[in-house]
Nanobody
Framework: VQLQASGGGLVPTGGSLRPSCAAS????????MAWFRQAPGKEREFVAT????????YYANSMKGRFTISRDNAKNTVYLQMNSLKPEDTAAYYC?????????????????WGQGTLVTVSS
């Protein structure tokens, strides 16, 4: 599957962004999707995952209550609504596709990756 992320940008502290990730290729609607992020000089970390039908979601602790992952299988697109953004949220955000209906937090569970979309939160 090919993934194309977009929707990053520059926002002030407390602002919101909603990156999206459009998928093409194999059956998007059958598989879990996830967002990861990587800040400069740091390892890529898990942000959120959503099951094949959107019925199950899971978030990293620091994102709970601020970020919401969702998907529209009719549009082959997954979204990440980010609210109350902080400077420490500054990173390149990557979408990733799993090969199972439900997946966890490990990078190895997501064989297919899009290019990152940069989110910068100014203080």
């Amino acid at each position: 599957v090919q993934l194309q992320a977009s929707g990053g940008g520059l926002v002030p502290t407390g602002g919101s962004l909603r990156p999206s990730c459009a998928a093409s290729g194999r059956m998007f609607s059958n598989n879990a999707m996830a967002w990861f992020r990587q800040a400069p000089g740091k390892e890529r970390e898990f942000v959120a995952t959503i099951s094949w039908n959107g019925g199950s979601t899971y978030y990293a602790n620091s994102m709970k209550g601020r970020f919401t992952i969702s998907r529209d299988n009719a549009k082959n697109t997954v979204y990440l609504q980010m609210n109350s953004l902080k400077p420490e949220d500054t990173a390149a955000y990557y979408c990733a596709a799993g090969r199972k209906a439900v997946a966890g937090t490990g990078r190895y569970e997501y064989p297919d990756w899009g290019q990152g979309t940069l989110v910068t939160v100014s203080s």
